[in-house]
């Protein structure tokens, strides 16, 4: 994920950092070309190639295609944003629990179980990274867990719900020994459903794509209708032709390639969401509370 400023109104014309131009450079590039042969065989070969199908039918096409367009891309934006505002209540959920440790559990005689549940918080938010993003997160959980606790969780299927498992456990042995009340107890306990809905949330978003069938239409219609424009235009645009074939099919092909980019939002792409950096913040609250800043 690409985080910056935003750049002027000059210099955003032309930057590519961030663009989506890249992706889709071929594809414009060989309709271009097509419409260039296009155009070059209506000039010299007229009466063989007869092109005089008009606009018309690229109008209604083309319109057509945009609302699919947007449609899909509403729909990507949507579970984009989604992942977005789950990792944004990670980050609210892992500071509560900070902060619900740190009062609830105060004291020396508390510190090594408040230390080892902020531990374990730290190694859930790394280990629903990984998960997300289909990686391993051994080295990340072995800088910050016990060797033995390390272990054990990098064995597991689901590294994340064990770590609330293990938090969980920790606590039920501070109610045990009366060290939680009642109260205190089922405060902790809200704590951690809210995260683990946040795990399920992010889950349901990475396992659940958009039907594959929007994704194939749109494909296979915007090339045919990029590759065939030119067959429309060449007779009234003559060589402007292949400038506005490009222009459409950077328009078309670009929102295609952009929503494929946000329908996956927990992946390396340039427009997914930023999670190294909301893992990064995650990591200083509970340094901080560790007074290992």
């Known amino acids: 994920m690409l985080v910056r400023k935003r750049p002027g109104p000059l210099a955003i014309l032309f930057t590519l950092h961030?663009?989506?131009?890249?992706?889709?450079?071929?594809?414009?590039a060989f309709v271009t070309l097509v419409a260039f042969l296009v155009v070059a065989a209506e000039r010299h070969w007229p009466e063989v190639l007869g092109l005089n199908a008009g606009v018309a039918p690229f109008t209604l096409v083309g319109l057509a295609l945009s609302i699919f367009l947007t449609f899909r891309?509403?729909?990507?934006?949507?579970r984009w944003w989604e992942a977005r505002k789950q990792w944004g209540l990670l980050i609210v959920a892992s500071r509560g629990l900070v902060r619900t440790s740190l009062a609830?559990?105060?004291?020396?005689?508390?510190?090594?179980?408040?230390?080892?549940?902020?531990?374990?918080?730290?190694?859930?938010?790394?280990?629903?990274?990984?998960?997300?993003?289909?990686?391993?997160?051994?080295?990340?959980?072995?800088?910050?867990?016990?060797?033995?606790?390390?272990?054990?969780?990098?064995?597991?299927?689901?590294?994340?719900?064990?770590a609330l498992r293990f938090i969980a456990i920790d606590l039920s042995e501070a109610y045990r020994i009366g060290a939680l009340s009642d109260v205190l107890y089922n405060l902790f306990e809200t704590k951690l459903d809210a995260?683990?809905?946040?795990?399920?949330?992010?889950?349901?978003?990475?396992?659940?794509?958009?039907?594959?069938?929007?994704?194939?239409?749109?494909?296979?219609?915007?090339?045919?209708?990029?590759?065939?424009?030119p067959f429309g235009l060449a007779s009234s645009l003559g060589w402007t032709t292949p400038l506005v074939t490009a222009l459409v099919a950077y328009t078309f092909f670009g929102l295609d390639a952009l929503g494929d980019e946000l329908e996956e939002p927990f992946g390396l792409e340039t427009n997914d969401l930023p999670l190294d950096e909301i893992l990064q913040s995650i990591d200083s609250v509970i340094l901080d509370a560790l007074g290992e800043m």
Do not use: M
């Open 18 to 28: 961030g663009s989506i131009l890249p992706r889709v450079a071929l594809k414009i």
């Open 73 to 78: 891309n509403s729909a990507c934006y949507e």
């Open 104 to 162: 609830l559990l105060p004291g020396a005689e508390h510190e090594v179980r408040r230390r080892r549940i902020l531990l374990r918080l730290v190694g859930f938010a790394h280990a629903l990274h990984a998960s997300l993003r289909s990686t391993d997160p051994s080295a990340a959980l072995a800088a910050w867990l016990p060797e033995e606790e390390f272990r054990s969780l990098s064995q597991r299927a689901d590294a994340a719900d064990s």
């Open 195 to 229: 995260l683990s809905q946040i795990q399920a949330a992010c889950e349901r978003t990475k396992n659940t794509p958009l039907p594959f069938a929007y994704t194939l239409l749109i494909y296979r219609t915007s090339w045919l209708y990029c590759t065939l424009l």
